[in-house]
């Protein structure tokens, strides 16, 4: 197997995981396809690059990459455990806040002058340049290019791949933060998102508020705080996916951060994971996320290796766009609706469950 | 309060949606404690006259009293506050959530120890809804799911129930069965309106009956009355008599 394959694999069906996440929780709540989503995270990034490097320039610390021995092999840490620690909160921080201006800066306001659903997702694009602009006009900043620049971060294409702490084992191995990062934040999310949805009566709260809003406001649940905290959600794990995309770009398909970039090239695929994981599914989005990204990857690697062709590479996102039709084709339901075994169930003849009718 | 005393009136109401009007100068009394069947035609305004005590339509004129008060124009959620509750004919409950978390939905913010008082009442009035506590509502038959909306009401302790249509699209049997339960809700001491497609069935359960003939009403008096006028019941309900 090839390692580098795989770890770079993961760290991106990750941050698809991540957006797939948001996106389908913002069409569960608020029934609105957030073409602005992957945007958010490079909002988080911007913001968590730029404190990130006005901590090192406060503090004056300069990356340090020699390696020290340690029982995982050796390691390399550039910065201090803060400068990382910075950098995610920044991260969530400015993912929620570019979240809840477009959810009550935009939509809300449009929403209230009756505006539909086409109007509300015409909204997001809109959003998405908006934010492209301020991204570039930042981008070209003085002073910002001067911070980012001091710490070797280029603030047209910014990464920080180079300031990742990575672990060589004895056998060779090339272990990078971001990929234990990603694996541990998948995990934890599966996790507390069980947690809060079935386990608290906030989740109760939520999946009721969705599935039935006039009787849930009937009962006195305030729908509009349920809808504001999955919009926090979705802002969260979208600065997550801005925190990886920004320490580790050049891991699967993505690309250095600029205004444009990676967002452009991700969305298709992030829509791709929401929509085969079934779009009224949160876990369905978390597993089509991560299917997506090791298909994307994978196939076409398959496919280079199995023709000798490595142009077939440039083809990923063709195995994307054939994942969502086959998809909307056979099991428009996606994962969610496959797992539910309501279409095995037809499949194999079985008579279906049914709620309204006789006995 | 004495017995005689109403616990909801209209006075004089014309009302519909938006720019349509439905209701043309209805005036009803609702007794306490009482089951009041509307019935009437299809589109003759049974439900609309429903969803004008919950506040759920447009009133142009006239009175909504409820306990005294004036509450013409009190929106939906604020009358759920002073205890009404209101049964909706579909979606009338949380198909993904199971039976209990519905009902511990329907009291999230009693205390704990009430709460779990009053989900065992709902239990007592309904056994069924015990063995079915943890299936997903969802997967209930139609009867247990008007079962399970009318325990979602009984949480919340309401002085006065509004029932769309429950029986609509069940099979006679269960439809049976259904008004049984409102009259089990009526004989724990609340107060129903119910507003009920199948004429006779409704008003055999019924104190109080009232018909409704575009949009205005006909007959207001006993539902023994009501089910006993041939004529009527010729005219507008397509009874075989």
Known sequence: MDWNLFTSTTIYASVLALLSLGITLIYMTTKVFNFAHPRLSLVAAYAAATLMAYYAQSTGAQPNLTPKSSFLGSLTVPFSWEFYVIGVIVAMVFGVIAALVEYYGILKPLQRRGADYLMLMIATLAYDFLLVATLFIYNTHVDVRKVLARIGVLSTKMSMTSYDVTIVTSGGAFISGSFIFSVILILLLGVSLYLLLFKTTLGVKMRASVENPPLAEVLGINVERVYAISWIISGLTAGLAGYLMLMAAGAGNLKPISATSPADEIVVSAFAGSIIGGVNSIFGSIVGGLLIGYIELYIPNWLAIWTGNAELFKYSKVISMLAVAITLLFAPEGLAGLLKGERWKKLFGRKEEEGVSEE | ?241
């Open chain 2, 1 to 241: 309060m004495a017995e005689e005393e109403p616990i909801m009136r209209l006075e004089n109401v014309n009302a519909g949606y938006e720019k349509l009007q439905t209701l043309f100068d209805v005036s009803l009394e609702i007794p306490r404690g009482k089951i009041t069947v509307i019935v009437g035609p299809n589109g003759a305004g049974k439900s609309t006259l429903l969803k004008t005590l919950f506040g759920l339509t447009t009133v142009y004129s006239g009175k909504v009293i409820f306990e005294g008060k004036d509450i013409t124009g009190l929106p939906p959620h604020e009358r759920a506050k002073l205890g009404m509750a209101f049964i909706f004919q579909l979606n009338n409950i949380f198909a993904n959530l199971t039976v209990i978390e519905n009902l511990r939905l329907a009291g999230h913010d009693l205390p704990k120890d009430e709460l779990e008082k009053r989900i065992n009442e709902v239990f007592e009035t309904f056994p069924r809804l015990r063995e079915r506590m943890y299936q997903k509502a969802g997967t209930m038959s139609g009867g247990e799911r008007q079962m399970l909306a009318m325990g979602i009401g009984m949480i919340r302790k309401p002085k006065l129930f509004l029932i769309d249509e429950p029986t609509a699209g069940l099979a006679p049997k269960i439809a049976k069965e259904v008004l049984a339960n409102v009259k089990r809700l009526n004989e724990q001491g609340y107060t129903v309106v119910l507003v009920e497609q199948n004429v006779k069935a409704g008003l055999e359960i019924g104190h109080k009956g009232v018909l409704v003939v575009s949009g205005r009403i006909v007959f207001d008096g006993p539902a023994e009355q009501l089910l006993a006028r041939k004529d009527l019941a010729k005219l507008y309900l397509g009874l075989a008599v």
